[in-house]
């Protein structure tokens, strides 16, 4: 039951607000996740991103900066998002979400099943965080394995990683279908070999995982055989069986999807 | 809060909770044209709207988020009472069925168009890619909106879109705008939510958590001391009638074993009681204020556990017939809190043994054709429980009206609600009036009372008026879903591939209660076992009762799981036999002419009408699909782990029921020539209202638009049984076509002595007009002439529609699948129906009607199913976790073709189109599946893992 709805007009203002109301108190971004009939957290206080800015792409010399608020829609039109975020972006096949969803919200959210953080990961992103006192940069992949609610305002990715191959692929029922499974992977190419592998699972943990000891395995080596791929994916997840599946079936699946992004790319 | 938001180029202001979202305020403000069928699950966008201009879910949005903007919904689409080229297009392309995700296509057309001039058929989907529509299959859409662009160029631009039929008919085999159309594409008033009054309330059930479990006890004290709460209903204050809740001809082949709140809970989310308040909120309140103390019994969930010998029994009260008692019936060891089972007539029941129905029957002598037989084939094909998921949910509004009753219902059969509902409150029928609204999609859910009869006693008892309406999951654990069937099919055949034998033991899940308990089961061998032409023929069914959640009639009745085990079966005896599948089903089909016999002992309930088969379109819909899919090749992909297949089925409904259906209409001339038509047909958005209106239009000579039409209004209009059966075209299009034979013969009468002719010289010419000899006299007169002061009175003329024929629909599906060996994954890339609907009435809405079959059969197929836990309690009853087929999963190449027949029985030649479109997907994709991997697929949905396990990769 919400009891108040509060628009600040800053970043200051939101996280002042957020520090005021404490653990009742929820930023709502595009309101697709939170406003949801089975979001499970009830909010007395819900706090407005959209009076704060942050929705504009911007491009340095090193990276590209996507502000928190740009809807996952505007993301597919812009000429600054990589193809492979795009590609990514687009498995969220419903449209109207997708003009409502938020970047940062979808972020924040850290669903096991995200379509886009795999990704995200995989090209090494980096989030903005603001706190009453800081400001920083910490790495998506390290945000996703700790329950944070500090306020996200930029995803940024180096455009050092553009020189990488990003591959996603993931597993669904139907088209409308929340994946089950995701897979992305990026690496160099080097020859018949690849370097600085980062293997992205969602869908076989809580969060969305690292497959470090997959990244080791074919990292500067001969490729392994498909088959083979497939099992050390496999061997390296430990999903559960649920109505979406069971985990003899998301083990298996994972690794075809792992292996097809390094064999038909 | 106040906030303020420009709608519709309006500037307003709204006082509003924070917690309210944007579809409510926006409904509460009367502007009804955002739906809703997800609960706010954002998963079917039928409360679209644009928003500072994108097209977003308003059940996503706060009220507070919409503050500052500008908000525009379908009502801008129309200027005045003109449509704009959107709306027109919509219409003439045939994609306005139900028309509750109707605003919502329009707007996203709307936003479409306006960013993209050109769009390709991938940005349509992408549009249209987070609107459900359950209907039409989504194919149509992409002519519709390549319409709707032509036309915002060129208002006049046309284009056919469908194919017609018939030459010498002006509007029969037409494709003519929906009478109902406008309406559905302006966004008006139309559905049972739009009719709900200020000051109404709201009506709430609280719901068993447990599958099987007596109420020991409960207490309501605290809920009923609660402000705003009007009236609480237990078992212990609610009527003690037993009725069922299946919309079929009285004396029902259903049990009456329920009331409207039992002792027992049977199923999660049975009923438990109703709270009547002031608000929804007090009322959901109210419910957690209720305390029940259970007494948990075991739950029976599959057939196996009902089948065995001591397995808790789910109706063990005392058991009853009204006629035809056997002389065996043993009520001594009843459980009096079980109540009771009340059988209209034997239907081989014994609950005692959770056997809601049985039935056996046959031709020939079964032995002797397996005894002849060189091959035979013996399998078990299941299918799982799948629902209906219409996106308006189950939803009734009733009040009083002086000393009566008014429901305003979404149903399919106004007259058996009428019924049912006098029998619970022990009141005379003309008590009671029944007003069918537009209904949001049934898909043979709405067949059943399942809420109707609730909100009508509470308002019967209280006096006040009630809104009741089904949230989605209520729509899955308590509304209708298929009964889950397992078909052993036992075939025999000669070396040349002819049929010796057929037999099917059947096994079905009615579970709680026995809601078409014989009929459905026995529709899946009555609508598969005809198609084959076999001198012996043997069928065992038997239905079981247990604690899943409730079953009944879904589009195809029990056809499409007959089809899928007995077509499947056929494609491995073929195999067998090393002949081609299509091969030996034109060996072995039905032909015109061909007799049925079989269906001698295929009624429900009685003994059936043999029937000779009086037209047939399988020939050139094999033949003709054959050449589409390029049958005799087979395809290649260039991916090595992926294989096409391709697959066939042959299939059938019938179009109502023989000796059993029953229709009737009253066409009356008006004072300047033109018509008022009342149908009893109940149309769901089949487009049953545009097409007795042109049975009219057909027989008087006169412009559709000249005929004003109401149907399913119990006060209004003459009896029907309602639109089940397939019965629309061929029960309500005949009364309807009989009623304008009748008012013709009048009017020739009148003629005749106005033009001082003998009748059998005159003839109606279009437009209105009767023709004599020399001199005519049009319609207008001839209507002044009857109701001036020495006239014979206004011309009206009523007809009924009753036959002991059946206008059989026949079709073949054609379709191309790839699967991935190495992922599981299964694609539908072609998909070609072909049916013979005889006369295609309408043919554009014909098309959707196949389309919209087809689609939610190849869900069924592939991934639709709801899973149940150990306790029976639905863990996917959601549109989120339950999938249904979007724009993204239709076929890359999704063809339907009406193949012309001329049924000598059917109106104009018309017959069935819609449930037989549900009876192909099943047994072709699977066989489909066989053709690209050598594996058979014999329960469905055909999902990844279970292909991979038959695969032996997991």
Same mark, same amino acid.
């Given at each position: 039951?919400?009891?108040?709805?509060y628009?600040p007009?800053s970043i200051t203002e939101a996280i002042a607000l957020k520090n005021?109301l404490g653990s009742e108190a929820l930023y709502l971004a595009g309101g697709t996740e939170v406003n949801n009939l089975f979001f499970p957290v009830k909010p007395?206080y819900l706090i407005s991103l959209e009076g704060i800015g942050l929705k504009a792409i911007e491009e340095t010399d090193e990276a590209i900066h996507f502000g928190a608020n740009v809807l996952l829609q505007d993301l597919l039109e812009n000429n600054l998002t990589p193809d492979f975020l795009k590609v990514a972006i687009k498995r969220l096949v419903n449209k109207n979400i997708r003009n409502m969803a938020t970047l940062g919200g979808h972020v924040a959210s850290n669903k096991s099943c995200s379509d886009i953080i795999p990704t995200l990961i995989a090209c090494k992103a980096a989030l903005e965080v603001v706190t009453e006192n800081e400001t920083k940069s910490i790495l998506l992949k390290d945000y996703v394995t700790h329950e944070k609610t500090d306020l996200i305002t930029k995803i940024i990715i180096s455009k050092k990683v553009l020189n990488r191959t990003v591959v996603s692929n993931n597993y669904c029922r139907s088209a409308n279908d929340v994946s089950i499974l995701n897979v992305a992977i990026s690496y160099v190419k080097e020859g018949a070999n690849i370097r600085e592998p980062i293997v992205v699972v969602g869908g076989v943990a809580k969060h969305v995982i690292c497959l470090t000891a997959v990244e080791e395995a074919l990292d500067g080596k001969e490729m392994p055989v498909r088959e083979d791929l497939e099992k050390l994916v496999s061997d390296n997840v430990s999903p559960i069986t649920d109505i979406r599946g069971t985990a003899a079936f998301k083990k298996y699946e994972v690794g075809v999807l792992a292996a097809s992004l390094l064999f038909n790319n | 809060?106040?906030?303020?938001?420009?709608? &519709?180029?309006?500037?307003?202001?709204?006082?509003?909770?924070?917690?309210?979202?944007?579809?409510?305020?926006?409904?509460?403000?009367?502007?009804?044209?955002?739906? $809703?069928?997800c609960?706010s699950q954002g998963s079917c966008g039928?409360?679209?709207?644009?928003l500072n201009?994108k097209l977003v879910n308003?059940c996503l949005l706060l009220?507070?988020q919409?503050?500052?903007?500008?908000?525009?919904?379908?009502?801008?689409?129309?200027?005045?009472?003109?449509?704009?080229?959107?709306?027109?297009?919509?219409? $003439?392309?045939?994609?306005?069925?139900?028309?509750?995700?109707?605003?919502?296509?329009?707007?996203?057309?709307?936003?479409? /168009?306006?960013?993209?001039?050109?769009?390709?058929?991938e940005n349509?989907k992408d549009t249209f890619s987070g609107i459900f529509?359950?209907?039409?299959?989504?194919?149509?859409?992409?002519?519709?909106?390549?319409?709707?662009?032509?036309?915002?160029?060129?208002?006049?631009?046309?284009?056919?879109?469908?194919?017609?039929?018939?030459?010498?008919?002006?509007?029969?085999?037409?494709?003519?705008?929906?009478?109902?159309?406008?309406?559905?594409?302006?966004?008006?008033?139309?559905?049972?939510? $739009?009719?709900?009054?200020?000051?109404?309330?709201?009506?709430?059930?609280?719901?068993?958590?447990?599958?099987?479990?007596?109420?020991?006890?409960?207490?309501?004290?605290?809920?009923?001391?609660?402000?705003?709460?009007?009236?609480?209903?237990?078992?212990?204050?609610?009527?003690?009638?037993?009725?069922?809740?299946?919309?079929?001809?009285?004396?029902?082949?259903?049990?009456?074993?329920?009331?409207?709140?039992?002792?027992?809970?049977?199923?999660?989310?049975?009923?438990?009681?109703?709270?009547?308040?002031?608000?929804?909120?007090?009322?959901?309140?109210?419910?957690?204020?209720?305390?029940?103390?259970?007494?948990? /019994?075991?739950?029976?969930?599959?057939?196996?556990?009902?089948?065995?010998?001591?397995?808790?029994?789910?109706?063990?009260?005392?058991?009853?017939?009204?006629?035809?008692?056997?002389?065996?019936?043993?009520?001594?060891?009843?459980?009096?809190?079980?109540?009771?089972?009340?059988?209209?007539?034997?239907?081989?029941?014994?609950?005692?043994?959770?056997?809601?129905?049985?039935?056996?029957?046959?031709?020939?002598?079964?032995?002797?054709?397996?005894?002849?037989?060189?091959?035979?084939?013996?399998?078990?094909?299941?299918?799982?429980?799948?629902?209906?998921?219409?996106?308006?949910?189950?939803?009734?509004?009733?009040?009083?009206?002086?000393?009566?009753?008014?429901?305003?219902?979404?149903?399919?059969?106004?007259?058996? /609600?009428?019924?049912?509902?006098?029998?619970?409150?022990?009141?005379?029928?003309?008590?009671?009036?029944?007003?069918?609204?537009?209904?949001?999609?049934?898909?043979?859910?709405?067949?059943?009372?399942?809420?109707?009869?609730?909100?009508?006693?509470?308002?019967?008892?209280?006096?006040?008026?009630?809104?009741?309406?089904?949230?989605?999951?209520?729509?899955?654990?308590?509304?209708?879903?298929?009964?889950?069937?397992?078909?052993?099919?036992?075939?025999?055949?000669?070396?040349?591939?002819?049929?010796?034998?057929?037999?099917?033991?059947?096994?079905?899940?009615?579970?709680?209660?026995?809601?078409?308990?014989?009929?459905?089961?026995?529709?899946?061998?009555?609508?598969?076992?005809?198609?084959?032409?076999?001198?012996?023929?043997?069928?065992?069914?038997?239905?079981?009762?247990?604690?899943?959640?409730?079953?009944?009639?879904?589009?195809?009745?029990?056809?499409?799981?007959?089809?899928?085990?007995?077509?499947?079966?056929?494609?491995?005896?073929?195999?067998?036999?090393?002949?081609?599948?299509?091969?030996?089903?034109?060996? &072995?089909?039905?032909?015109?002419?061909?007799?049925?016999?079989?269906?001698?002992?295929?009624?429900?309930?009685?003994?059936?009408?043999?029937?000779?088969?009086?037209?047939?379109?399988?020939?050139?819909?094999?033949?003709?699909?054959?050449?589409?899919?390029?049958?005799?090749?087979?395809?290649?992909?260039d991916d090595p782990d992926v294989?096409?297949?391709?697959?066939?089925?042959?299939?059938?409904?019938?179009?109502?029921?023989?000796?059993?259906?029953?229709?009737?209409?009253?066409?009356?001339?008006?004072?300047?020539?033109?018509?008022?038509?009342?149908?009893?047909?109940?149309?769901?958005?089949?487009?049953?209202?545009?097409?007795?209106?042109?049975?009219?239009?057909?027989?008087?000579?006169?412009?559709?638009?000249?005929?004003?039409?109401?149907?399913?209004?119990?006060?209004?209009?003459?009896?029907?049984?309602?639109?089940?059966?397939?019965?629309?075209?061929?029960?309500?299009?005949?009364?309807?076509? &009989?009623?304008?034979?009748?008012?013709?013969?009048?009017?020739?009468?009148?003629?005749?002595?106005?033009?001082?002719?003998?009748?059998?010289?005159?003839?109606?010419?279009?437009?209105?007009?009767?023709?004599?000899?020399?001199?005519?006299?049009?319609?207008?007169?001839?209507?002044?002439?009857?109701?001036?002061?020495?006239?014979?009175?206004?011309?009206?003329?009523?007809?009924?529609?009753?036959?002991?024929?059946?206008?059989?629909?026949?079709?073949?599906?054609?379709?191309?699948?790839a699967v991935n060996k190495r992922t599981g994954e299964v694609k539908?890339?072609?998909?070609?129906?072909?049916?013979?609907?005889?006369?295609?009435?309408?043919?554009?809405?014909?098309?959707?009607?196949?389309?919209?079959?087809?689609?939610?059969?190849?869900?069924?197929?592939l991934y639709?199913?709801?899973i149940? $836990?150990?306790?029976?309690?639905?863990l996917n009853?959601n549109l989120l976790d339950y999938k249904v087929p979007m724009i993204n999963d239709?076929?890359?190449?999704?063809?339907?073709? /009406?193949?012309?027949?001329?049924?000598?029985?059917?109106?104009?030649?018309?017959?069935?189109?819609?449930?037989?479109?549900?009876?192909?997907?099943?047994?072709?994709?699977?066989?489909?599946?066989?053709?690209?991997?050598?594996?058979?697929?014999?329960?469905?949905?055909?999902s990844a893992e279970k292909i991979l396990r038959?695969?032996?990769k997991i």
């Amino acid at each position: 039951m919400v009891l108040e709805f509060y628009k600040p007009t800053s970043i200051t203002e939101a996280i002042a607000l957020k520090n005021k109301l404490g653990s009742e108190a929820l930023y709502l971004a595009g309101g697709t996740e939170v406003n949801n009939l089975f979001f499970p957290v009830k909010p007395k206080y819900l706090i407005s991103l959209e009076g704060i800015g942050l929705k504009a792409i911007e491009e340095t010399d090193e990276a590209i900066h996507f502000g928190a608020n740009v809807l996952l829609q505007d993301l597919l039109e812009n000429n600054l998002t990589p193809d492979f975020l795009k590609v990514a972006i687009k498995r969220l096949v419903n449209k109207n979400i997708r003009n409502m969803a938020t970047l940062g919200g979808h972020v924040a959210s850290n669903k096991s099943c995200s379509d886009i953080i795999p990704t995200l990961i995989a090209c090494k992103a980096a989030l903005e965080v603001v706190t009453e006192n800081e400001t920083k940069s910490i790495l998506l992949k390290d945000y996703v394995t700790h329950e944070k609610t500090d306020l996200i305002t930029k995803i940024i990715i180096s455009k050092k990683v553009l020189n990488r191959t990003v591959v996603s692929n993931n597993y669904c029922r139907s088209a409308n279908d929340v994946s089950i499974l995701n897979v992305a992977i990026s690496y160099v190419k080097e020859g018949a070999n690849i370097r600085e592998p980062i293997v992205v699972v969602g869908g076989v943990a809580k969060h969305v995982i690292c497959l470090t000891a997959v990244e080791e395995a074919l990292d500067g080596k001969e490729m392994p055989v498909r088959e083979d791929l497939e099992k050390l994916v496999s061997d390296n997840v430990s999903p559960i069986t649920d109505i979406r599946g069971t985990a003899a079936f998301k083990k298996y699946e994972v690794g075809v999807l792992a292996a097809s992004l390094l064999f038909n790319n | 809060m106040k906030i303020k938001v420009t709608i &519709n180029d309006i500037p307003r202001e709204y006082y509003t909770d924070p917690n309210e979202k944007v579809r409510d305020l926006l409904r509460r403000e009367a502007i009804t044209r955002v739906r $809703d069928g997800c609960d706010s699950q954002g998963s079917c966008g039928a409360c679209s709207i644009i928003l500072n201009g994108k097209l977003v879910n308003s059940c996503l949005l706060l009220s507070p988020q919409i503050d500052g903007k500008e908000i525009y919904t379908v009502e801008h689409l129309s200027k005045n009472r003109e449509l704009s080229a959107i709306q027109t297009a919509f219409l $003439d392309a045939g994609v306005v069925q139900c028309g509750y995700c109707t605003p919502a296509m329009l707007l996203a057309t709307k936003k479409l /168009l306006e960013e993209n001039n050109n769009p390709t058929r991938e940005n349509m989907k992408d549009t249209f890619s987070g609107i459900f529509c359950r209907c039409t299959g989504y194919e149509q859409y992409f002519k519709a909106v390549d319409l709707a662009k032509e036309r915002l160029s060129d208002p006049h631009y046309v284009v056919k879109l469908a194919p017609e039929f018939r030459e010498n008919l002006r509007v029969v085999g037409k494709a003519k705008r929906k009478v109902d159309g406008p309406k559905l594409v302006r966004g008006e008033r139309a559905f049972v939510e $739009d009719m709900v009054e200020p000051g109404s309330c709201y009506l709430k059930v609280l719901r068993s958590p447990h599958a099987h479990a007596y109420i020991k006890d409960i207490d309501t004290t605290e809920a009923e001391a609660l402000p705003g709460v009007v009236h609480i209903v237990t078992h212990k204050n609610c009527p003690d009638i037993y009725y069922n809740q299946a919309g079929q001809g009285f004396p029902e082949p259903s049990p009456y074993d329920r009331k409207l709140i039992s002792e027992k809970v049977r199923h999660v989310g049975d009923r438990v009681a109703f709270v009547v308040a002031e608000t929804k909120k007090i009322a959901e309140h109210a419910l957690t204020k209720i305390k029940v103390d259970y007494e948990i /019994l075991k739950p029976v969930l599959s057939i196996d556990e009902a089948a065995k010998e001591g397995a808790p029994l789910i109706h063990n009260g005392n058991i009853e017939y009204v006629v035809g008692a056997p002389d065996d019936l043993d009520n001594s060891c009843a459980e009096k809190r079980d109540g009771k089972v009340i059988y209209q007539f034997p239907i081989h029941g014994n609950p005692r043994k959770n056997i809601a129905a049985s039935v056996s029957g046959g031709i020939g002598d079964i032995d002797v054709g397996f005894k002849e037989a060189d091959v035979i084939h013996e399998q078990t094909y299941e299918s799982t429980q799948v629902q209906c998921t219409p996106v308006e949910p189950h939803v009734v509004y009733t009040r009083m009206e002086g000393d009566r009753l008014v429901i305003h219902a979404s149903t399919q059969v106004p007259w058996h /609600l009428r019924r049912i509902c006098a029998r619970i409150l022990d009141i005379s029928e003309n008590k009671i009036r029944v007003i069918k609204e537009r209904v949001g999609g049934g898909f043979g859910s709405k067949q059943d009372i399942v809420l109707e009869e609730v909100a009508a006693y509470c308002t019967w008892v209280t006096g006040r008026s009630i809104f009741f309406r089904f949230t989605r999951e209520e729509e899955f654990i308590s509304s209708r879903t298929r009964h889950p069937m397992r078909i052993k099919v036992k075939l025999g055949a000669k070396k040349d591939g002819k049929l010796t034998a057929i037999k099917m033991d059947l096994e079905a899940n009615t579970g709680p209660y026995g809601s078409h308990c014989l009929t459905v089961p026995m529709n899946a061998c009555s609508k598969s076992l005809p198609l084959f032409l076999c001198d012996h023929v043997k069928f065992n069914v038997t239905t079981y009762y247990s604690n899943i959640p409730p079953t009944g009639a879904y589009q195809g009745y029990g056809a499409p799981k007959g089809s899928y085990a007995l077509q499947l079966a056929s494609h491995e005896l073929a195999e067998k036999l090393g002949m081609d599948h299509l091969a030996f089903l034109e060996k &072995n089909r039905v032909h015109d002419g061909s007799m049925l016999e079989i269906l001698r002992c295929l009624g429900e309930g009685r003994e059936g009408i043999p029937q000779k088969v009086s037209s047939c379109g399988l020939g050139p819909a094999l033949e003709q699909g054959a050449k589409m899919i390029n049958w005799a090749a087979k395809e290649k992909c260039d991916d090595p782990d992926v294989s096409i297949g391709k697959g066939v089925a042959i299939i059938q409904q019938g179009s109502g029921l023989p000796g059993l259906d029953s229709a009737n209409a009253t066409v009356s001339l008006l004072g300047d020539g033109t018509l008022m038509l009342l149908s009893g047909g109940t149309d769901l958005g089949t487009g049953l209202d545009t097409l007795t209106t042109k049975m009219v239009a057909e027989i008087l000579c006169v412009e559709m638009q000249n005929i004003s039409m109401i149907s399913a209004d119990t006060d209004v209009t003459p009896y029907d049984d309602g639109a089940y059966a397939s019965s629309g075209t061929f029960f309500s299009g005949s009364a309807a076509l &009989n009623a304008a034979k009748e008012l013709k013969k009048k009017i020739l009468s009148v003629a005749s002595k106005m033009l001082e002719e003998p009748e059998d010289k005159l003839a109606i010419t279009f437009p209105g007009t009767v023709q004599g000899t020399n001199k005519s006299v049009s319609f207008q007169d001839i209507s002044r002439h009857t109701q001036c002061g020495t006239g014979v009175g206004q011309l009206t003329a009523s007809a009924n529609f009753t036959t002991d024929r059946a206008a059989i629909p026949y079709g073949a599906h054609f379709c191309q699948v790839a699967v991935n060996k190495r992922t599981g994954e299964v694609k539908v890339q072609k998909y070609y129906a072909l049916q013979d609907c005889g006369t295609p009435i309408n043919p554009e809405l014909a098309l959707g009607q196949i389309y919209g079959g087809v689609l939610k059969t190849i869900g069924h197929s592939l991934y639709e199913q709801m899973i149940l $836990d150990e306790n029976g309690r639905c863990l996917n009853a959601n549109l989120l976790d339950y999938k249904v087929p979007m724009i993204n999963d239709v076929p890359d190449d999704f063809q339907a073709v /009406l193949v012309d027949t001329d049924d000598p029985f059917g109106p104009f030649g018309g017959k069935s189109v819609s449930e037989i479109a549900c009876n192909g997907a099943a047994p072709a994709i699977a066989s489909a599946i066989y053709n690209a991997t050598g594996i058979w697929m014999r329960t469905w949905p055909f999902s990844a893992e279970k292909i991979l396990r038959k695969l032996g990769k997991i």
